[in-house]
């Protein structure tokens, strides 16, 4: 086990000495403290920086393929701004696309080239280097296995890199395919490493013949380890980020299975019930949650503690 559960074994056992003592101790003040990593990552930042630039120079319409990233406030920002998602490549022009950070199939790309479309690819540049993986994985003849959530935009963009290829959840979902022959394995970017290796794992104890390539963002990981930190030593996790965000939806997952915790997308999901008898808030932010939206928060919760 990781530093991070021996500290909430450790914080049980205060917990349940605490609990045992007669009488009660007056309320502690509550502390609030933001995990060492969290909120945008490089990918994000680099995808609103590519928008804001494209925005302030473009003639006629700007509009992003799909939502930008997976942050229900930010595209709402960006509509009262004039900057739809679409969900397929528009027909006027002049007229600009920006392709979303969870990338797109090649086809698309070329669809709105010959629309005559300015287009702007704010894919996130770990999502390419999963894309490239698969392409290649494929022409070397193997059948491209991409371990994620189906449907999901990033997952979809993959898949269209390699015909034929495959998302599975999980190393059951590999199984119950029955998956032979040569197989190339690649990630969603925001998959945890655990997962992954188990798919490797279950495949080639099957007998598979399997060349990996390890596409996980290593952004993902440091949040959900500095998450799982926090969360040992906090008595409530706040978790701020698009229900709709994979890698917020999967941190706030592993928070729970530590201390209580609530994923809320704003301040005004915040309820002051939640923090009495609490001594230590944690605050950890998705991988599309900016900056600014963490300090509202953080900022909110002071005012009700």
Same mark, same amino acid.
């Given at each position: 086990?990781?530093?991070?559960?021996?500290?909430?074994?450790?914080?049980?056992? #205060?917990?349940?000495?605490?609990?045992?003592?007669?009488?009660?101790?007056?309320?502690?003040?509550?502390?609030?403290? %933001?995990?060492?990593?969290? $909120?945008?990552?490089?990918?994000?930042? !680099?995808? *609103?920086? *590519? *928008?804001? /630039?494209?925005?302030?120079?473009?003639?006629?319409?700007?509009?992003?393929? @799909?939502?930008?990233?997976?942050?229900?406030?930010?595209? !709402?920002?960006?509509?009262?701004? $004039?900057?739809?998602?679409?969900?397929?490549?528009?027909?006027?022009?002049?007229?600009?696309?920006?392709?979303?950070?969870?990338?797109?199939?090649?086809?698309?790309?070329?669809?709105? +080239?010959?629309? @005559?479309?300015?287009?702007?690819?704010?894919?996130?540049?770990?999502?390419?280097?999963?894309?490239?993986?698969? /392409?290649?994985?494929?022409? &070397? @003849?193997?059948?491209?296995?991409? %371990?994620?959530?189906? =449907?999901?935009?990033?997952?979809?963009?993959?898949?269209?890199?390699?015909? $034929?290829?495959?998302?599975?959840?999980?190393?059951?979902?590999? /199984?119950?395919?029955?998956? #032979?022959?040569?197989?190339? +394995?690649?990630?969603?970017?925001?998959?945890?490493?655990?997962?992954? /290796?188990?798919?490797?794992?279950?495949?080639?104890?099957?007998? %598979?013949?399997?060349?990996?390539?390890?596409?996980?963002?290593?952004?993902?990981?440091?949040?959900? &380890?500095?998450? *799982?930190?926090?969360?040992?030593?906090?008595? +409530?996790?706040?978790?701020? =980020?698009?229900?709709?965000?994979?890698?917020?939806?999967?941190?706030?997952?592993?928070?729970?299975?530590?201390?209580?915790?609530?994923?809320?997308?704003?301040? !005004?999901?915040?309820?002051?019930?939640?923090?009495?008898?609490?001594?230590?808030?944690?605050?950890?932010? @998705?991988?599309?949650?900016?900056?600014?939206?963490?300090?509202?928060?953080?900022?909110?919760?002071? $005012?009700?503690?």
């Amino acid at each position: 086990m990781g530093s991070w559960w021996l500290a909430f074994e450790r914080r049980q056992e #205060e917990r349940a000495r605490r609990d045992g003592d007669a009488g009660e101790a007056p309320a502690a003040d509550v502390r609030i403290e %933001v995990a060492d990593k969290a $909120g945008a990552c490089f990918g994000v930042e !680099r995808a *609103l920086r *590519l *928008l804001e /630039e494209t925005v302030a120079s473009s003639i006629g319409p700007v509009r992003t393929l @799909g939502p930008i990233i997976h942050n229900p406030q930010v595209v !709402r920002e960006l509509e009262a701004r $004039g900057v739809d998602a679409v969900d397929r490549v528009p027909s006027d022009t002049p007229s600009t696309l920006v392709l979303r950070t969870h990338g797109t199939a090649p086809d698309v790309k070329a669809e709105a +080239l010959a629309a @005559g479309l300015t287009v702007v690819d704010a894919t996130c540049p770990y999502v390419q280097k999963a894309q490239r993986a698969a /392409e290649e994985l494929a022409r &070397e @003849g193997r059948t491209v296995v991409v %371990v994620g959530e189906a =449907g999901h935009p990033e997952v979809e963009g993959i898949l269209a890199h390699a015909p $034929g290829a495959i998302a599975v959840a999980d190393a059951e979902a590999a /199984e119950a395919l029955g998956i #032979e022959g040569r197989v190339g +394995l690649v990630a969603q970017t925001t998959q945890t490493p655990e997962r992954y /290796e188990r798919v490797s794992r279950s495949l080639r104890e099957r007998g %598979v013949d399997v060349s990996r390539a390890n596409t996980i963002c290593l952004a993902t990981r440091e949040r959900q &380890e500095a998450a *799982l930190e926090l969360a040992s030593r906090a008595d +409530l996790m706040i978790v701020i =980020g698009g229900r709709n965000s994979a890698n917020t939806s999967r941190l706030a997952a592993l928070c729970a299975e530590v201390c209580p915790t609530r994923h809320i997308e704003g301040t !005004r999901e915040l309820d002051p019930r939640w923090f009495r008898d609490t001594g230590l808030v944690g605050v950890t932010a @998705g991988a599309s949650t900016p900056a600014s939206q963490i300090e509202s928060v953080v900022s909110a919760i002071e $005012g009700m503690v």
